[in-house]
C-alpha cells in the first residue's frame, strides 16, 4: 500500500519506527567507536592532570623522554602499527563502562539538623486545644524557623524560631526545657545564649565562641583597688586590657571586681566544682592584692594550696587548723573596730588618718564550710560568724573578704555571708538551679557538658552575668603542674623563697670599704610567732604541708 495513500497519523507513526530502527542499527554499529572515542577522552584527561601535577622544573626531562619514547617507536618495524593497535584497545578497557546515570543528590544538611530540631520542639510547643499549631508533627521548619546559620563545620550557630503566645516563656522550668533541647540537638560540647523576646514571642540562639584558656597569671594594667577575676566576651566588658598571651601581647576584655571604700560590692564569694579553679581564683586575688595590702589566708580544705604565700611580705598568715583560722578571724575583727575607731577619730580632728589604717587588708579564706563542720562537731565557735563584722563594716576600714567554696557547700555557708557578698562567681559546669543560687539570678547562657578548668561566669552586684575565665594561676609548690606556669606564678611573689625559686650563684664578697651596711632578716618560719598587730594576740605562720 503506497505511503500518499496512507492516513496521516499512520505515516508519521511509520516514519518514526523506521527511525528509531535506523537509530539502533547505527548504535550498534557505531558501538565500538564509542568506547575508544570514550576511551581516548580518558585518556586525555588523565595526561592533562598530570602535566598540571608535573612541577615546572620537571616538564622539560618529561617532554624529553616522552618525545625520545616516540621516536624510538617511530624507528622500530611496524612500531606506528602496533602502538596505535595498543592505543585502541587501551582506549576501549578504559572506556568500556559508560558513565552511569546521576545518584541521588545528597541531604542538605540543614533540612536535616532543623528538621530534626523541628521534631524535638514539637512536644514542648504545641497545645492540646490549639486548632492551628506552629508546631505539629506534619509541619515544615521553615514555618517557625526564621533565620539560622551554620559555621564552617556544619554546627549551628545562629538560630531565631517563634513560639506560641500560650507557652509559658516566663517561668524558668518551662524555659529550662526548651533550652535542654536545643542544646542536645545544635551539641552539647558549646555554650549558648539565649535570648527570650516575651513580647513577640521570639527566640534568639547564638552559639558563643569559646574563651581563651592560654593566660596565665601576670601583672595586668589596672588602677588600685581593680582585682582581674578573669577574661570574657566582648559582650560582657566595656574595656580592654593588654595581656600576654601566646608569646605576644593582646588586648583580652576583662571582668573587673573594684574594691576599696567606694565599692558597692567590696565582698566576694566565689562558688564552684571540685577541680575546677576556686583556689586559682584565691591565689589570682592573693598576688594582685599582694602589692598593695596585706593578707590574712585561711585554707579550711588543708590541702596546702596556699603554702606559697608563706612567710611573704604582707602576708599575716595561712592558717590551715581551726584554733589558728579562730584566732585569725578574732585578730580581724579587733582590727576592723580599731581601723573604724582610728578614722572615727581622724574624721573628727580633721586630720589624714594613719597609714596603717588605710592600707587595704584582704580576709582569704578557701572552703570555709569545712571549718564549720568541725567547729560544730567541737562545741566551738563558727569561724563564719566571725567574718559578721568585717562583712559589715570592712567597707568602710578597708577590709575585703573572699571566700571560695565548693557549689554543692552552698547551704553551709550562712545568711550574713549570703547577704553581704554580692560580686558571685561560680566555675565548672553546673545546672540552672545551682547556677541561679550561687548567682542570684537566672542564666541566659547554658553551659557546655566539658568545661576547662577556671571556666565560669560572674556577677557583679546587680549587673547581668557575663562568662569568666580565670588566669591560669597554678600551685608553683605542684610539681606537676607545668614550669611555664609555674614561673610566671613564681615571678609575681614578692620575695625569693629556697622553696620554689633556685639559689642565686654564690660569689666572693668584695672587700668592705666600711662598717657593712644594716640588711633586714628574712623572717624565719620556726623562729618564732608573727605579730599582726601592736596590743593584739600575736598568730604563728606555719609552713604547710
Given amino acids: ?17 523506521l527511525a528509531r530502527t535506523a537509530g539502533d542499527h547505527a548504535s550498534d554499529m557505531f558501538a565500538p567507536l564509542t568506547v575508544i572515542g570514550r576511551g581516548l577522552r580518558h585518556h586525555i584527561g588523565w595526561a592533562k592532570d598530570r602535566w598540571q601535577a608535573t612541577p615546572k622544573d620537571r616538564r622539560g626531562p618529561t617532554l624529553f623522554l616522552t618525545a ?34 546521576p545518584g541521588p543528590p545528597e541531604p542538605n544538611a540543614a533540612d536535616l539538623k532543623l528538621g530534626a530540631l523541628y521534631a524535638a520542639l514539637t512536644p514542648y510547643l504545641t497545645g492540646p486545644e490549639d486548632l492551628n499549631p506552629l508546631y505539629h508533627h506534619e509541619g515544615r521548619y521553615q514555618d517557625v524557623f526564621g533565620a539560622w546559620e551554620f559555621d564552617g563545620d556544619g554546627r549551628l550557630s545562629r538560630l531565631e524560631l517563634v513560639y506560641p503566645a500560650y507557652f509559658t516563656d516566663t517561668e524558668p522550668a518551662a524555659r529550662t526545657r526548651i533550652e535542654q533541647v536545643v542544646q542536645g540537638k545544635a551539641g552539647r560540647a558549646r555554650e549558648y545564649r539565649f535570648d527570650w523576646d516575651e513580647e513577640s514571642n521570639r527566640l ?71 577541680g575546677y ?88 579564706l578557701d572552703h570555709p564550710t569545712e571549718l564549720s563542720e568541725l567547729a560544730h562537731a567541737e562545741g566551738r565557735p563558727d569561724p ?29 555557708i550562712t545568711p550574713t555571708v549570703r547577704a553581704t557578698t554580692r560580686a558571685r562567681v561560680t566555675l565548672g559546669p553546673t545546672g540552672p538551679a545551682e547556677g541561679q543560687a550561687a548567682l542570684g539570678t537566672p542564666l541566659d547562657i547554658v553551659p557546655a557538658a566539658h568545661a576547662p578548668a577556671g571556666r565560669g561566669y560572674a556577677r557583679i552586684g ?43 650563684p654564690v660569689e666572693a664578697p668584695p672587700l668592705p670599704a666600711g662598717p657593712p651596711p644594716a640588711v633586714p632578716v628574712e623572717p624565719d618560719p620556726e623562729a618564732g610567732p608573727v605579730d599582726l598587730a601592736k596590743g593584739h594576740p600575736t598568730l604563728r605562720s606555719r609552713p604547710l604541708g
Avoid at 622500530?76 to 576501549?92: E, K
Avoid at 552559639?207 to 601583672?219: G, N
Avoid at 620575695?495 to 642565686?504: G, Q, Y
Fill in 204 to 274: 534568639r540562639i547564638t552559639a558563643l565562641a569559646p574563651l581563651p584558656t592560654d593566660i596565665a597569671a601576670q601583672r595586668f594594667v589596672t588602677a588600685p583597688g581593680e582585682i582581674v577575676l578573669g577574661f570574657t566576651d566582648e559582650e560582657g566588658s566595656a574595656r580592654t586590657i593588654p595581656v600576654g598571651q601566646g608569646g605576644t601581647i593582646v588586648q583580652q576584655p576583662p571582668v573587673i571586681w573594684r574594691t576599696g571604700p567606694r565599692s558597692a560590692e567590696p565582698h566576694l564569694l566565689a562558688l564552684g566544682v571540685t
Fill in 462 to 504: 546587680a549587673g547581668a552575668p557575663v562568662r569568666l575565665q580565670v588566669p591560669a594561676t597554678v600551685d608553683p609548690l605542684d610539681e606537676d603542674a607545668p614550669a611555664q606556669l609555674r614561673e610566671a606564678v613564681i615571678a609575681l611573689l614578692p620575695h625569693r623563697d629556697t622553696r620554689t625559686e633556685a639559689a642565686a
Fill in 384 to 412: 563564719q560568724d566571725l567574718l559578721e563584722l568585717p562583712l559589715r563594716h570592712g567597707r568602710a576600714a578597708r577590709v575585703t573578704v573572699v571566700i571560695a567554696d565548693d557549689i554543692e557547700a552552698r547551704d553551709r
Fill in 68 to 101: 625520545a619514547m616516540l621516536l624510538g617507536i617511530y624507528l622500530l618495524p611496524h612500531g606506528l602499527l602496533f602502538a596505535l593497535v595498543a592505543l585502541m584497545a587501551s582506549a576501549a578497557w578504559a572506556g568500556r563502562s559508560p558513565k552511569g546515570p
Fill in 277 to 364: 579553679g576556686t583556689s586559682s581564683l584565691i591565689r589570682s586575688v592573693a598576688l594582685q592584692a599582694l602589692p598593695f595590702g596585706d593578707l590574712v589566708v585561711i585554707d579550711g580544705a588543708g590541702t596546702g594550696e596556699h603554702a606559697c604565700l608563706v612567710n611573704r611580705p604582707g602576708v599575716h598568715t595561712v592558717e590551715t587548723s581551726l584554733h589558728g583560722a579562730l584566732a585569725a578571724l578574732e585578730w580581724a575583727a579587733g582590727e576592723t573596730e580599731r581601723r573604724l575607731a582610728a578614722l572615727n577619730a581622724a574624721r573628727h580632728a580633721g586630720v589624714a588618718p594613719p597609714e596603717d589604717i588605710t592600707r587595704p587588708l584582704w580576709l582569704l
Fill in 1 to 17: 500500500m503506497p505511503l500518499k495513500g496512507m492516513p496521516p497519523n499512520r505515516r508519521l507513526s511509520k516514519g518514526l519506527d
